[in-house]
C-alpha cells in the first residue's frame, strides 16, 4: 500500500480544503434562484401583454387611415376623434406595460449583479487559498522533495498532481475572468435599463398630455360647431382661407430672401444622412410642384416639405442628431401656420422643421441625439387632419423670424400672422431641399 510522507499529507488535506471553497455550488440561493424565476415569468407575462396592445394599436391606426381617406364631414372628424383618443389610450397602457417591464429586468438584473459578484468573491478565495498551499509546497528543492519519499514512484505522482492543481488553477483563472466579463456585461445593461425607464416615464408623461389634447380637440368642435354639419364646414372653409393668406405672405415674404446655395455645405442628394422621422411612413404629399401643387395648392409655390399621414400622439423623432434651434406655436392669435413646431439643426449643414404637432417634448437649446423622442404628432396650425410636415433646409439659408419685427422693418402693415406675434422658420425659395433626396429608401 503507498504511503505518504507527513509533509505530502498535510499538502493533499490543505488541497482538499482549498478544492472544498472552490467547488462550493456557485449557483445563488434558493431565494434569489425563485426571486429569478418568478421576475423571469413576470417579464414574460409583460412582454405578452405588449405584443396585444401592439396589436390593437396597429388596428387603430388601419382605421384611422381608412377614416382619413373618407370625405371631410363633421361626424367623420367626431369619429376620428374618438379612435385617436383610443389609440393614444393603447400607447398609454403599452407604455405602461413597458415600464413595469423595464422595472421587473432591473430587478432582476440587480440580484444577478449579486450572484455574480458572490461568485467571484469565491473564485477569489478559492485561487488564493490554492496558491497558498502550492506556496507551501514549493518551497524545498526537487531533490529535498526527492528525498522524503522511500519509492520514486510516490514523488512522480506528488509532480503530477502538482501539475494537475496548476492545470485546475488556469481553468479557475479563465473562469474568473468569464464572471468579471458577465458582471461588466450586466452593470451595463442595468445602466441602459435605468435610462430607458426614465425615457418611458416621460414618454408616460407626454402621452397623458396629448390625451388630454386629444379630449379638448373633440370637445372644442362639438361645441364650435353646435354638432351641425353646416357650421362645420363653414369652420373648415375659413381654415382654408386663413391657410391660403398665410401661404400668400410666406411666398412674399421668402421670395425677398436672397441666397445663394454652396452644394458643398450639404450632404450630396442620395447620401440618405437623415433617418425616417416616425417609426411608421405613410407620406401623403411629396416636395415641390407635385399635382397637387399644381391644382393650385400651396398659392402656386410647391410644397416646401413632405407630409406623413399619421394619428395625432404619434412619437415624433429627430431625423438626425443636433441641436434644438427654436420651436413654437402659431396657433397663438389665430394664425394659420405650421401650429406647434421644432427646428433643428445638424453639424452636417443641413436643418430639419417639424410642424403640426399636438406636444413638443424638447426645449430651445437641447441636444438631441438620432431617433429621439422631440415631440408628438398633431393635427395644429393650418392642418385640416392630424399628419407631420417634414421641411428639409440649408442650414445657412433658413431663419427663424418674428413676423411683426419683419413687417415693420420693411413697411408692411399687419397680417393676421403678425398681428399674432408668431415667429416660424422661414428662407429663400432655393434653400428649401427635397427631403426625400436625404432618407432612406422606402
Known amino acids: 500500500m503507498l504511503k505518504m510522507k507527513p509533509q505530502y499529507t498535510a499538502f493533499c488535506a490543505g488541497l482538499f480544503l482549498a478544492l472544498a ?57 367626431i369619429d376620428r376623434l374618438n379612435l385617436e383618443k383610443r389609440k393614444v389610450e393603447a400607447d398609454i397602457s403599452y407604455t405602461q406595460n413597458k415600464i413595469s417591464a423595464t422595472d421587473l429586468t432591473i430587478n432582476k438584473l440587480a440580484i444577478e449583479i449579486v450572484d455574480t459578484e458572490d461568485s467571484i468573491d469565491r473564485n477569489k478565495g478559492a485561487i488564493s487559498e490554492i496558491l497558498k498551499r502550492i506556496d507551501e509546497t514549493d518551497r524545498d528543492s526537487l531533490i529535498i522533495a526527492m528525498l522524503r519519499y522511500e519509492r520514486l514512484t510516490e514523488f512522480w505522482d506528488t509532480i503530477e498532481q502538482r501539475e494537475q492543481v496548476r492545470d485546475s488553477m488556469g481553468d479557475q483563472v479563465h473562469e474568473l475572468l468569464s464572471y468579471k466579463d458577465v458582471l461588466e456585461e450586466k452593470h451595463s445593461e442595468s445602466t441602459e435599463q435605468k435610462a430607458e425607464l426614465v425615457a418611458l416615464k416621460n414618454q408616460y408623461r407626454d402621452q397623458q398630455q396629448v390625451l388630454e389634447v386629444t379630449k379638448s380637440e373633440k370637445d372644442s368642435l362639438l361645441q364650435q360647431t353646435e354638432r351641425k354639419e353646416e357650421i362645420y364646414q363653414n369652420l373648415l372653409a375659413e381654415k382654408e382661407a386663413a391657410k391660403a393668406q398665410f401661404l ?54 410647391g410644397h416646401n416639405g413632405v407630409d406623413f399621414g399619421t394619428p395625432t400622439g404619434t412619437k415624433v423623432r429627430a431625423a438626425l442628431s443636433g441641436t434644438v434651434t427654436a420651436w413654437g406655436n402659431t396657433d397663438f392669435g389665430g394664425c394659420s401656420s405650421y401650429g406647434k413646431w421644432i427646428l433643428l439643426k445638424h453639424a452636417n449643414g443641413l436643418s430639419t422643421l417639424y410642424a403640426h404637432l399636438s406636444l413638443i417634448s424638447v426645449n430651445k437649446g ?58 416660424i422658420p422661414v428662407a429663400a425659395y432655393n434653400a428649401y431641399l427635397n427631403p426625400i433626396d436625404y432618407l432612406p429608401s422606402l
Open 21 to 77: 471553497v472552490f467547488l462550493v455550488p456557485k449557483t445563488i440561493t434558493p431565494v434569489y434562484a425563485q426571486s429569478i424565476g418568478q421576475l423571469r415569468d413576470q417579464i414574460e407575462e409583460k412582454n405578452d401583454q405588449l405584443a396585444q396592445i401592439e396589436a390593437e394599436i396597429a388596428k387603430y391606426q388601419e382605421a384611422l387611415q381608412q377614416t382619413g381617406a373618407e370625405k371631410d364631414t363633421l361626424q367623420r372628424t
Open 366 to 423: 437641447d441636444s438631441v441625439s438620432t431617433g429621439d423622442i422631440i415631440g408628438y404628432s398633431g393635427n395644429t396650425g393650418y392642418s385640416t387632419g392630424p399628419h407631420l410636415h417634414f421641411t428639409v433646409f440649408a442650414t445657412s439659408g433658413v431663419q427663424v423670424l418674428k413676423l411683426a419685427d419683419y413687417y415693420a422693418q420693411n413697411g408692411r402693415g399687419a397680417t393676421a400672422c403678425s398681428a399674432a406675434g408668431v415667429s
Open 248 to 301: 400668400e405672405e410666406l411666398a412674399d415674404l421668402e421670395s425677398q430672401l436672397k441666397f445663394i446655395l454652396d452644394p458643398d455645405s450639404i450632404p450630396s442628394a442620395g447620401s440618405a444622412v437623415l433617418r425616417w422621422p416616425l417609426d411608421s411612413i405613410y407620406i401623403t404629399q411629396y416636395f415641390g410642384n407635385t399635382a397637387f401643387a399644381q391644382s393650385g395648392a400651396y398659392n402656386g409655390s
